[in-house]
Structure formats: structure tokens, C-alpha cells
């Protein structure tokens, strides 16, 4: 069974960037769409955004979208997510999950990582 582990978190300033690395273990992440999805104390968890199997294809909240990047490397079964320009709102906890639908929802995600903390200072 495939098995994500996220890295790359930490604490930066506002402005700063991050680029945070989902790796997968276990197994490949063949045919699966990657998503990346964020938790805040006291918040539910909120969509970041998917990138589809060829990696063209890719959907972005609009609390991120410009600043944010998602790519993928098959052939190393890794996610990437750059973050730039980040803010204070974006402090939460990172997830990368597998699916095999494209979908914003979290339900439709059957694999998780553990979560990468990223904290952004103002």
C-alpha cells in the first residue's frame, strides 16, 4: 500500500517562501491525482490544490492561486508544492494525498501523509 510522507515545513516570514516535498513509499502513485490540502487550528480542512496523473493538469484554491505551484516527478513518485509570497493566513498543517478522481474534496482521497507544519510569521 502506498504509503506519503510530506517534508519540507517549517517557519518563515511573511513574503518568504517554502517548497514542501510529498514522497511516496510502498508503492507508485501511478494513475493517482495528488492534492495538497491545509489545516488551521480551530479550521476545518480547506482544499489547497490537485495536480492530475501527466501533470498538466492543475487546479488551484483562489486563496493561493498565483503564489502557489504544484508540480509532480513520476519517475521519483514525489509531489512538490512551491509556496510563495506566503502570509500569515497560510500557517497550517500540509497534507498531500492520492486519489483517483480529480476532485477538490477531501473525501475522494484515500491516501494521506502525516501533514508538514508550515508557519508564517508577520
Known amino acids: 500500500q502506498v504509503q506519503l510522507v510530506e517534508s519540507g515545513g517549517g517557519l518563515v516570514q511573511a513574503g518568504g517562501s517554502l517548497r514542501l516535498s510529498c514522497a511516496a513509499s510502498?508503492?507508485?502513485?501511478?494513475?493517482?491525482?495528488m492534492g495538497w490540502f491545509r489545516q488551521a487550528p480551530g479550521k476545518e480542512r480547506e482544499f489547497v490544490c490537485r495536480?492530475?496523473?501527466?501533470?498538466?493538469?492543475?487546479i488551484y484554491a483562489d486563496s493561493v492561486k498565483g503564489r502557489f505551484t504544484v508540480s509532480r516527478d513520476n519517475a521519483r513518485n514525489t509531489v512538490y508544492l512551491q509556496m510563495n509570497n506566503l502570509k500569515p493566513e497560510d500557517t497550517a498543517n500540509y497534507y498531500c494525498a492520492a486519489s483517483f478522481v480529480e476532485s477538490q474534496h477531501a473525501q475522494f482521497y484515500g491516501t494521506w501523509g502525516q501533514g508538514t507544519q508550515v508557519t508564517v510569521s508577520s
Open positions: 510502498g508503492g507508485t502513485l501511478n494513475r493517482r491525482v
Open positions: 495536480i492530475g496523473w501527466s501533470g498538466t493538469s492543475t
